[in-house]
């Protein structure tokens, strides 16, 4: 059985369908990337699973139960976050501060116990600091914990608000272009983040204009064209997919 399967799922704004009829299974365990040119519904299907968006027609079921047109915090519970989702990120504050927020921010906290700071609020708290920082090891900016976020490069800003959402310890993560505008070094320590991920249990969703990124990273590949599935398979299928060449690739094909 399917993670999240999609059901003849529609989205009409103004007459106009953003999707139409799509069907989508996402399996556990795996990573998958979504590609299309602009306008294809790929920002469309994350606001949609995500409750950004209800659907005009169609079914969106996570684990079995029907998930459609609930808002975003029921479905974030739920184990379904979007990178942007849990929160963003605090210029005025350090990176560690960012992440211990993340998690205070995933948890049901007691407000007494934790102004109080009772030696259960200690050890929870020593355990957030091991656990941010072992996520921001695996992101390569542990050596950053204590610099402040507004100060990052453009590459690690955009890395920390790849690693905050992971302390809500989702069960379903959607990425919308995470190695777009990164120089080489952070494409390489973001793939093998979400690699990692994906190794720890997180099933990923990558939607990525980034084609080399799409191709050596994904386990299968979905074509969307004007809101409708134009092909899906393993990547090489996909790569060499005339549909697929004529509708999108292109000349592209030779940066993959």
Known sequence: MPLLE????????????????????????????IIGPNGAGKTTLFNAITGFLPPTKGRITFRGENISGLPPHRIAKKGIIRSFQLTGVFGQLTVLDNMRI?????????????????????RREADIDRRAMEILSLMGMDHLKDQLASELSHGYHKSLTVAIPLAARPQLLLLDEPVTLLDAERVKAMLGFIREMRNRGVTTVVVEHHMKTIFGLCDRIVVLDHGMKLAEGLPEAI??????????LGEKTDAA
């Open 6 to 33: 999609i059901q003849n799922l529609t989205m009409s704004f103004g007459g106009l369908n953003a999707l139409d009829r799509l069907n989508l299974d996402i399996y556990e365990g795996q990573i998958l990337g």
């Open 239 to 248: 790569r060499t997919d005339k549909e697929v060449i004529a509708a999108y």
């Open 102 to 122: 993340g998690f205070h921010l995933s948890a049901k906290a007691n407000f007494f116990k934790t102004i109080i700071k009772s030696p259960s609020v200690r």
